[in-house]
Every structure is written in C-alpha cells, then in structure tokens.
C-alpha cells in the first residue's frame, strides 16, 4: 500500500480509538464498584440500545473479513457461514433469550446455579466460558495481524506482532476501566460503522455491474478460476466423505453454537427486562441478517472484480478480500477515492475487531470472577460483601485473558478468521448448549448431569481439534511440520455435540442424588414469568 493509504488509514484508526477511549474515561468517572454496574451496566440500556449492541458484539472480523474472503475463495460453499451464523438467531430467540434473562444475574452459569449445587457448576461453566472466549478472541486477533499486514504492504512478522498486541492491551482497557456500559456504547459505535461501510461498498458493487446480479454472478464464476462450479455446492466441502461431514459439523456448530456464547449471552443481562431481552434480539436480528445479505455482495463482489486469485495472493486465508474491494472500488491503488475508501474500511475493521474482543474480554473476565474466582474463595452467605473484590479480580482476570490470546493469536495468524470462529462456536454448542437446555427444560436433570454435560462436550472438543489437521499434519496447519492429526475433520461438532447431550443425559441417569424439585418448580416459574428475577 501507498504512503497514503498508511497516513489516512493509521488517522482514521487513531480518531476511532481517542472516541473509544474518550467514552472509557467518561464511564469511568461513574461508579464502577459494584459488580451490578460492572457486569451489567447497572441494567439501563434500552431494546434498541442493546439490539445494536448486540449486533455489534456479532458482527465481528470473522463476519466482515472471513466470510467475504470464503465466498470470494470458494463462491457457494462460502455461504454456508452466512447461513449458519444468521439462523443460530433463531435458536436464541425462541429457546433462550427470555428464559436466560430471567434466570441468570450476571453470567451463564448463573442459570444452571440457580436449580443446582453452585459450586462444581459454576466451576465447569466458567471453565468452558473462558475456553470459548480465548478462542473467539484468537480470531479476533488475526483479523488484526492481517489487517495491518495489508496497510503495511504485507509488512513483516513484526509489524503483525505489534497490532495484535496492541489490540489486546486497548482491550484490556476498555474492560478494566469502562465495564460494561463503555464496551456497550464501543459496540453500539462500531455497528453503526460497520453497516454504514457494508452499506456503502454494496451499492458501490451493484452500480458496477449496473444493478444486475446474474452479471455480478457469472463475472465472479469466470475470474475465480474454477468456472461455473464456482457457483455450485462442493468446492471447499465436496472432496470426499471427510470434506462432506465436516460441512454437516461446521453447520451444526454455527446453527447450534450462538445460542451458547458467554459474551452473546451476557448482553441480555443488561436490559430491565425479559421482555426487553426478547426485543434486543429482534433488534439484533434484523440488524445481522441485514449486514449479512450485505456480505454475501462483497464476497462475490471481490471475486467479480479481483478475482481469486488476487485476493488468494494478498492472504491465503481471505481475510483482506474486504478491504482489496475497496480499494479498487474507490478507483484503484494510488487514486484519491481509493485511498480514502481502503483507509475507511481499514478503520471500520479495525474498529471491528476493538469492539467484539472488548465484549468477549468482558465475559471471559466476568466468568473468572464471578464463578471462578467466588466459587474457590468466596465464603458462604458473604455475596454482596465480596462484590468489589469479585470487580477487582475481573479486571486482572483482563489482563491474563488478554494475553493468553495474544500468544495464540501469533501461532494461528494464517487462519480464516471465520474459521478459527467456527472452532470456538462448535466448543461452545459442545460444553454450554446441553447443560443450559438440560437445566431450562428436564425436570430430572442433576448437578452431576450438569458437570458431566459441561465436560463431556468440552474436553473431547478440544481434544479433537488438537488433534485435527488445524493443528498438524498440513501446509496451512498451526505446526506444519510435525504430524499427529488423528482426527480427520477440521471441526469437531458433528461428534463433540451428541456428546454433550449424551454426557448430560448419562449423569443425570446415574446421579445417586436426585435433583431437588422445589428448585426446580421455582426456576420454572422465574424463567416463564419473571418473578423474582433480578
């Protein structure tokens, strides 16, 4: 890339983090002592605030980066992420977003708490809750590394070393000194931004090919490389029994994954009410399924207009086939409309990425804290005496997530981002999902059942990913070199869910404690109408 593009990007990026930073220290200035406020917002955002929010929080790198770099790869098979990210909304909609509202306080583990003996409980869930994050964090930060890679002119190792550092400190920023009201209003910030630049890089590739989809279609069929198969199922997905079953996991992880994210989930926390929260998802909903018919005109647009093969040479994974678009759209390399438009897309990914990994941070810090952490050491009956300390632990658990993820963020750099998201929905589906609809809907269901489902779907997910070809075994591997992938499929969904159910299933059977039925009766009644909900 040009001076330019680095000059006017690197001032747009820099205008978007002294806002971010500026609402920081205003939030700051408010009480943040309480883990009410912390955690929650003290609970003041409206449905329409909250459904931004949320869609903010979700529409994240792997959805503006990845998933147009695989439709413009892989055209058809692409789609599946569209597909599968959008109808997930589905499942939180009608299944959970009420239910857990009115349950749950502060964090996932909250609701199957609230039936069961809390401390194995809140021990595994958090377990699995910062798994999860740290995974969807990863992908967070490589879209960062490829992102500046792209600005710099595919700049050196170094160069992404550095971004990806220095999203994760501005990370841990936002969380330790803003909570959850400044994440809020980053995410409310960056959805706005980012639908306003799909918006506009869509109308831009619908007025070159003059309004016409079949032209933009067959344009991007003839220079991908690969003809009309390029708009026919099977192109990643079709190469054999191994490719075809790992579409069927990758689906069922993405359909059945959104609904156990710990930092989707923790957003309903932050209205007054269930019904709210039912309101922030329709919201949110028609926010995400906007962008990501959006999306689906980039991909192939970036296909029509760069071809494969470009964009395959700027990134093997994709992920800079957004910003390539831009460019060209604005008028080519060097010109001043595409300066303007790289940088500005540039800045709105960047802006992205700060928002979604401050989100997930959140959730991640909130579930050391307040399950980890107060489940080890909080004496009994002592809850609201510990609540600073709880707050105080939260924003170092911060900083140590924060730098997890950066270390692995540096192994996985050459990951499709909406890849390496996959990954992190197909744990989730794995180690939340059972337990949290075990505990909503079976009567029967015990805290064994609810330690069992946890772990049953967790620890074989991610045993199954280390030792799957993400790992080794392959060119594109995190270690090329050595060779111990066992494991045929990518992700690991198709076998690590039936787990989780069958482990919850399987304990329950098997508990010599039965579970307590006034518990129960009081959960189902707080769940369905909201008495007694905090």
């Given at each position: ?17 002294a ?15 309480s ?8 609970r003041?955002?409206s449905p ?6 949320i ?9 503006f980066?990845?998933?147009a770099?695989?439709i413009?790869?892989?055209?058809y ?10 109808v ?7 299944l ?12 996932l583990a909250?609701?199957?708490?609230a ?5 194995p409980?809140r021990?595994?869930v958090g ?9 969807y964090l990863?992908?967070q ?6 992102l500046?890679?792209l ?19 501005l ?12 994440t809020?209003?980053i ?20 007025l ?6 079949n032209?933009?279609?067959t ?19 079709g190469?054999?029994?191994?490719a ?6 990758l ?5 059945l ?5 710990p ?8 209205v ?16 995400i ?26 990134s ?7 910003p390539l678009?831009?460019l060209?759209?604005?008028g ?16 709105v ?13 959140l959730?991640s ?12 050491r ?6 609201r ?10 924003r170092?658990?911060?900083?140590a ?12 750099r ?6 390496l ?19 909503l ?22 045993t ?6 993400v ?37 329950t ?7 307590d039925?006034?518990?129960?009766a009081?959960?189902?009644v707080?769940s ?7």
């Amino acid at each position: 890339m040009t001076g330019d593009h680095q000059t006017l990007a690197l001032v747009l990026f820099s205008a978007f983090i002294a806002v971010t930073l500026a609402i920081t220290t205003w939030v700051s200035r408010r009480r943040q002592g309480s883990a009410e406020e912390f955690y929650a917002g003290g609970r003041l955002f409206s449905p329409m605030e909250n459904g931004f929010a949320i869609a903010g929080d979700y529409m994240s790198a792997a959805s503006f980066l990845g998933i147009a770099g695989l439709i413009a790869l892989f055209g058809y098979d692409g789609l599946l992420y569209v597909v599968g990210f959008l109808v997930a909304w589905l499942v939180v909609l009608l299944l959970v977003a009420e239910l857990v509202r009115n349950c749950g306080r502060f964090t996932l583990a909250d609701v199957l708490a609230a039936r069961m003996r809390e401390r194995p409980v809140r021990i595994a869930v958090g377990t699995a809750s910062v798994t999860v994050s740290v995974l969807y964090l990863v992908a967070q930060m490589v879209g960062a590394g490829s992102l500046v890679a792209l600005l710099l002119g595919g700049g050196g190792a170094q160069a992404r070393t550095w971004m990806v550092i220095g999203v994760g400190a501005l990370m841990v920023v936002y969380v330790a000194f803003g909570g959850m009201r400044a994440t809020t209003w980053i995410q409310i910030v960056k959805a706005v931004l980012l639908l306003g630049g799909a918006v506009a890089l869509t109308v831009l590739v619908v007025l070159r090919f003059h309004g016409d989809p079949n032209a933009l279609l067959t344009t991007a069929a003839e220079h991908s490389g690969h003809g009309r198969d390029f708009l026919a199922p099977g192109l990643k997905y079709g190469g054999g029994w191994t490719a075809r079953l790992d579409f069927i996991s990758l689906g069922l992880a993405l359909v059945l994954g959104t609904a156990g994210l710990p930092h989707i989930l923790s957003r309903f926390y932050t209205v007054p009410t269930a019904r709210a929260a039912r309101r922030s998802t329709v919201w949110a909903i028609a926010l995400i399924g906007g962008f990501y018919l959006m999306t689906i005109v980039l991909g192939f647009g970036a296909a029509a207009v760069l071809g494969s093969g470009a964009v395959r040479a700027s990134s093997a994974s994709g992920n800079t086939a957004v910003p390539l678009l831009a460019l060209d759209l604005g008028g080519g390399s060097g010109s001043t409309g595409g300066t303007v438009l790289f940088a500005v897309v540039a800045a709105v990914a960047f802006a992205t990425i700060l928002a979604v990994v401050a989100g997930i941070t959140l959730a991640s810090s909130a579930s050391v804290a307040h399950d980890l952490y107060a489940s080890l050491r909080r004496p009994r009956g002592r809850e609201r005496g510990t609540e600073r300390g709880e707050v105080a632990v939260a924003r170092i658990a911060a900083v140590a997530v924060g730098a997890t993820a950066i270390g692995l963020a540096l192994l996985a750099r050459d990951l499709n981002v909406a890849f390496l998201v996959g990954l992190a929905f197909a744990v989730a589906a794995s180690a939340n999902l059972p337990a949290l609809l075990y505990a909503l809907f079976w009567r029967r269901f015990t805290t064994r059942g609810a330690v069992w489902s946890v772990y049953g779907g967790l620890i074989p997910a991610v045993t199954l990913v280390a030792l799957s070809p993400v790992v080794s075994g392959s060119p594109d591997s995190l270690f090329p070199g050595p060779d111990f992938a066992v494991f045929p499929l990518d992700n690991p969904g198709v076998v690590s869910i039936p787990l989780g159910f069958l482990m919850g299933w399987l304990g329950t059977v098997l508990s010599p404690v039965g579970t307590d039925a006034a518990r129960y009766a009081e959960t189902e009644v707080r769940s369905l109408t909201g008495a007694g909900a905090v």
